[in-house]
């Protein structure tokens, strides 16, 4: 027996979060060996994480029956080298960025509050948002799908509370200027949330911002670039201010001792980190001159195709018959149903993703 009355009445109006596909789904529905599927539609670490972070993790799994420290004061501390803030304007979250996300709006949004979205956009703002009662303004995207500054900026209201900022956006690729950001920052009383998950992949990030305005908190991750998607460990950058606020709200021992470790032991292992990095550019310099659609340029770990004038249900189908898990881009707000986001993958990887775009494009002309 079910009582739906009981669910507060917006959650029927949020369209449901659509994560990429995952292997054992796709074993199962196309009959494939799990092991000759190639993972490449949720932009997780290809080459895995750090060994040193998988000797972390295992060197302190007997310790789980034990509560870890409260604010995770051991991985803020190295976030705090490896950023160059002050502990005073770093928090430690889980599960992932989206845990950050979830306190946030738990800690600033009141009833019919605004939030502006600018599209096409990770869809996960959105809910978090207004299932604390926000009323969200969506802001069509600009030329070449880039964030339309000007129409951001007409969308702020007095009743806006936050303005998300995707920087390099998911699932474009593409990273916002920091003067654009700065413009919107000036432009608004409320909170400018800036997502960095793939900022290690960027030629450039926003971090010494925070020391320069009160309104704005970059969220980050550790599922992107570190390989730790499994531990779910994320972290903000805020405002001493802001920090202050919302460790009132946050849900306390919210990252697990062992992911604590890992991430401190993934941060100090720079050369890993830096092999991930040169992988991911490398690949995805090859992905971008090899697949024979519009391919955007990217600053994430994934690129973006317009696979136009086909559909992108039915190239991605094709895809995943072959063992290739891609994401369709249309349950993203604003992106058509032409569009496939392809995280880099290794060398072999890429050159079996070539293929298949290359075979699935030549079958539409026969």
């Not at 303004?137 to 995707?166: M, Q, W, Y």
């Not at 058509?336 to 995280?343: A, C, E, F, P, Q």
């Amino acid at each position: 027996m079910s009582r739906p009355e009981l669910i507060k009445d917006v959650v029927a109006s949020i369209a449901e979060y659509v994560p990429g596909k995952s292997i054992e789904e796709i074993a199962k529905k196309y009959g494939i060996n799990p092991s000759e599927i190639i993972k490449l539609g949720s932009n997780e670490n290809v080459l895995g994480p750090s060994p040193m972070a998988v000797e972390a993790l295992i060197s302190t799994s007997s310790m789980v029956n034990i509560y870890p420290s409260a604010v995770a004061s051991e991985l803020v501390e190295a976030i705090s080298v490896y950023t160059g803030l002050p502990v005073e304007n770093i928090c430690a979250s889980g599960p992932g960025m989206d845990g950050l996300l979830d306190n946030l709006m738990r800690l600033l949004i009141n009833q019919g509050d605004e939030v502006v979205l600018p599209t096409p956009t990770f869809s996960y703002y959105e809910i978090a948002a207004r299932a604390n009662g926000a009323v969200a303004a969506h802001v069509a995207p600009g030329n070449e799908l880039a964030f339309d500054v000007e129409a951001i900026k007409t969308a702020i209201s007095e009743r806006t509370k936050v303005i998300f900022l995707c920087s390099p956006n998911n699932p474009t690729g593409k990273l916002m200027a920091e003067e654009d950001v700065r413009a919107i920052l000036e432009s608004t009383k409320g909170l400018v949330f800036v997502d960095e998950a793939y900022v290690e992949f960027a030629d450039s990030n926003l971090s010494h911002l925070v020391e320069e305005y009160d309104n704005i908190i970059i969220g980050r991750t550790f599922s992107k670039a570190f390989g730790l998607a499994g531990l779910r460990i994320g972290y903000g950058l805020m405002p001493a201010w802001l920090k202050t606020q919302y460790m009132k709200i946050a849900t306390p021992f919210n990252v697990s001792y062992p992911a604590v470790m890992a991430g401190v032991a993934a941060l100090s292992d720079k050369d890993y980190l830096d092999r991930s990095i040169s992988c991911t550019k490398k690949g995805r310099v090859f992905l971008i001159k090899n697949i024979p659609f519009r391919v955007y340029d990217s600053q994430a770990n994934f690129v973006l195709v317009d696979v136009a004038p086909m559909v992108a249900a039915d190239v991605a189908e094709s895809l995943l018959k072959k063992g290739i898990i891609v994401r369709d881009c249309r349950s993203f707000k604003n992106a058509g149903d032409s569009l496939i986001r392809v995280t880099v993958g290794t060398q072999q990887q890429n050159e079996k993703v070539v293929a298949a775009f290359k075979r699935a494009k030549d079958c539409s002309v026969q």
